[in-house]
């Protein structure tokens, strides 16, 4: 009998009929602990949320320090509140002049409607242009861009116009016109399957928004922030966004979203009309805060360095004959294995022995490594271990 997991099921609303349901007791640095006091090392982070890991002591810190202070004092952007300004100035000073203003939102999704609203504003056009396979968040301009029919076509109508094309497909860019507000594009394809930019494809990108008047937004909400070895995952790829989106990690655990582009253009949210994007608790002071913990423990120590030390650790160590790939950069790293049962079985036997690993949205063949940034190596040889020792098994 479990009073708290009946009610789980009967009082909160599900995404699907067969959660996990695992229930937490507390956690800390690479662990979460179960209320068996059965623990777990952390594959997943929240799903790459939980950049610095667990209840970090400087984001505890952080946290705690403006809770003694103040918390929601009035909706966004009418007063000002240090942790949100702070915030913005560290994006700016490691952002280009041209993404150096950020509006500062609740979640990832909220974030991309802004930037689409902002894209049609600046460009007056009202056409997106996204990829098949892509997820951007779940709301219904977001879902009207994600290029996956079996989750929306029960949501339609959706926003009208919308063009898919292939992610890498060079010939595909003719589809960006003249009446392309944005091509909205994750700079690595998350739910796809980890899927990396190949032949300067994003600079391909950039060039046709050029030629045609059309802006490119890239969502970095799974490979920011740090995941990729840089801060941003557009830098791997030597392209600059004209809006880009930041979501996820960007917390440090806490909910966030955010949107940057040059002051010049984000002005268009403010005027004709006025309140052009509103939201009550987008830039919350003690959610900033945690963001602003976080952002500085990334850019001021050698963790985004590290990532990729870390990366050679897992792929020298995770060969197996059911692992046909391991796809993606950085600690941003998805499993490729056999089929989707293959999959499915990996990451459930491995919660059975205290790892977590968790599913892609699309690519059912794929297991989502995405660890905190500050998982140590002994964690990495932890964990892999148990991986071989499942494979070894189905
Ligand atoms: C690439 C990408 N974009 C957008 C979102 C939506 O972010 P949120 O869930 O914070 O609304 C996600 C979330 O998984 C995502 O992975």
């Not at 505890?60 to 809770?67: P, R, S, Y």
């Not at 994006?91 to 609740?106: H, I, Q, V």
């Not at 799974?222 to 070895?229: D, E, F, S």
């Given at each position: 009998m479990n009073a708290l997991r009946d009610d789980f099921f009967k009082y909160q609303?599900?995404?699907t009929p067969s959660p996990l349901a695992m229930e937490i007791s507390h956690a800390e640095g690479s662990y979460i602990f179960d209320i068996h006091q059965k623990k777990y090392l952390d594959f997943v982070a929240g799903v790459s949320a939980c950049s610095l890991g667990h209840r970090p002591p400087s984001v505890?810190?952080?946290?705690?320090?403006?809770?003694e202070k103040y918390w929601h004092v009035m909706v966004y952007g009418e007063y000002i509140q240090r942790p949100s300004v702070e915030l913005t100035?560290?994006?700016?000073?490691?952002?280009?002049?041209?993404?150096?203003?950020?509006?500062?939102?609740?979640?990832?999704?909220?974030?991309?409607e802004g930037a689409m609203k902002l894209a049609k504003r600046i460009t007056g056009r009202s056409q997106f242009v996204a990829a098949k396979n892509a997820y951007h968040g779940s709301t219904q301009g977001a879902m009207s861009i994600m290029g996956f029919e079996e989750r929306k076509s029960a949501y339609r109508p959706l926003l009208p116009g919308i063009e898919f094309i292939t992610f890498n497909c060079d010939a595909d860019l003719e589809k960006i016109g003249t009446q392309?507000?944005?091509?909205?594009?994750?700079?690595?394809?998350?739910?796809?399957?980890?899927?990396?930019?190949?032949?300067?494809?994003?600079?391909k990108v950039k060039?046709?928004?050029?030629?045609?008047?059309?802006?490119?937004?890239?969502?970095?909400?799974?490979?920011?922030?740090?995941?990729?070895?840089?801060?941003?995952?557009?830098?791997?790829?030597?392209?600059?966004p004209d809006i880009l989106v930041m979501g996820k990690g960007l917390g440090g655990g806490f909910p966030i979203g955010a949107f940057s582009t040059s002051p010049t253009l984000m002005k268009q949210l403010q005027t004709d009309p006025v309140l052009g994007h509103i939201t009550t608790f987008g830039g919350h002071p003690v959610i900033a805060s945690a963001a602003l913990a976080t952002l500085k423990r990334i850019t001021e120590g050698d963790l985004m360095k590290k990532t990729l030390k870390k990366e050679q650790l897992f792929r020298q160590l995770l060969i197996h004959d059911h692992i046909q790939e391991i796809r993606g950069i950085g600690l941003m790293l998805a499993l490729i294995l056999p089929n989707a049962e293959?999959?499915?079985?990996?990451?459930?036997?491995?919660?059975?022995?205290?790892?977590?690993?968790?599913?892609?949205?699309?690519?059912?063949?794929?297991?989502?490594?995405?660890?905190?940034l500050t998982l140590s190596e002994n964690e990495i040889r932890e964990g892999c271990e148990i991986i071989l020792s499942v494979l070894d098994e189905l």
């Open positions: 609303a599900q995404t505890v810190a952080a946290v705690k320090e403006q809770l100035i560290l994006l700016a000073a490691n952002l280009p002049e041209s993404l150096s203003c950020t509006y500062l939102t609740n979640s990832g999704t909220e974030a991309i392309t507000a944005a091509v909205v594009l994750e700079t690595i394809q998350g739910g796809a399957g980890f899927i990396l930019p190949k032949n300067h494809y994003l600079k060039k046709r928004c050029e030629e045609v008047g059309a802006l490119l937004i890239l969502d970095e909400i799974q490979p920011g922030l740090g995941r990729t070895g840089t801060l941003f995952g557009f830098e791997t790829f030597g392209i600059v293959t999959a499915n079985q990996l990451v459930l036997r491995c919660m059975e022995k205290g790892l977590i690993l968790f599913w892609l949205l699309f690519e059912k063949k794929a297991v989502r490594i995405t660890p905190p």
